[in-house]
């Protein structure tokens, strides 16, 4: 009997080790700061919607450590995706190019109210989110300050249009890719001027989702176009676009990264 309950204390106690040990790895994981790991982890912010618990995915490329600091690329999503997911589809090209990818989990780019004074709440919540992981990061890992990107695809947009730009000491970039876009009826831009500056590139495609190319219900041009006809109006001195002739409705992450990568390129040789 006595044997018995030896073994049950000694099963107990190896049970308890193997628990604190998963314990201690969910929390490394999943909250508390962003730490310099090569590769893709994925953490919790506090603040937030709740969409997908807040989760948040960092991919830090094998370039980090060999450099005093690289470049950030902030991605947003499209509808019914989350920042888990996307932080997958961005590990190859952050090594290839050498930048540090954040793929927060955005509740807007799934469904963004259409009332302007319920949409202001919600952008309040996002802003909070997105606020709190940017100060993480910026305190935790060597980011290049000068090179921040943040880029939507698809619903993203609604992040990148609403949330992104409320942040004017961090983003030095946008990237709209197939994106929904929202300007013409309430924009989030407080001064409009600091943003008039600095490169923004919009891209879609002629057969895409028909909302963004004007066949659906939102508006007659399409919102790839609506997007670049409203900055050109606010006088933006750095808009791309492209329209590409085939793929449909797709992400095209590589693009955005070529174009980004093009932009440091650009700016590091001036300083040379």
Do not use: Q
């Given at each position: 009997m006595k044997t018995l309950k030896k073994r049950t204390v000694a099963w107990t106690l190896s049970l308890s080790a193997v628990l604190c040990v998963v314990v201690g790895l969910y929390l490394i994981s999943f909250g508390g700061s962003i730490r310099p790991s090569r590769g893709e982890r994925i953490y919790r912010a506090r603040k937030g919607a709740g969409y997908n618990k807040n989760r948040f995915g960092v991919y830090i490329p094998g370039r980090y450590f060999e450099s005093d600091g690289l470049p950030l690329v902030v991605a947003a999503h499209g509808a019914n995706s989350d920042g888990v997911d996307e932080i997958r589809q961005w590990?190859?090209?952050?090594?290839?190019?050498?930048?540090?990818?954040?793929?927060?989990?955005?509740?807007?780019?799934?469904?963004?109210?259409s009332d302007n004074d319920e949409k202001r709440r919600q952008i309040a919540v996002e802003k909070e989110m997105l606020g709190e992981i940017l100060e993480n990061a910026f305190a935790n890992l060597r980011i290049d300050g000068r090179h921040v990107l943040h880029t939507g695809f698809s619903g993203g947009g609604a992040a990148?249009?609403?949330?992104?730009t409320c942040f004017p000491e961090y983003f030095t970039a946008f990237c709209l890719r197939s994106a929904n876009f929202y300007g013409r009826d309430f924009s989030p831009i407080e001064h409009l001027v600091t943003w008039r500056d600095i490169p923004?590139?919009?891209?879609?495609?002629?057969?895409?989702?028909?909302v963004i190319v004007g066949r659906g219900f939102n508006t007659a041009i399409g919102e790839g176009m609506?997007?670049?006809?409203?900055?050109?109006?606010?006088?933006?001195?750095?808009?791309?676009?492209?329209?590409?002739?085939?793929?449909?409705?797709?992400?095209?992450?590589?693009e955005a990264a070529i174009w980004f990568d093009k932009l440091n390129n650009a700016d590091n040789a001036k300083e040379e």
């Open positions: 590990g190859d090209l952050a090594e290839k190019h050498g930048f540090i990818v954040i793929a927060p989990s955005y509740a807007c780019a799934t469904n963004i109210a990148t249009w609403y949330v992104a923004v590139y919009i891209l879609w495609s002629r057969n895409d989702h028909e609506e997007a670049l006809r409203f900055m050109e109006s606010k006088k933006f001195s750095r808009l791309e676009s492209k329209v590409f002739e085939s793929g449909g409705h797709a992400p095209r992450r590589e």
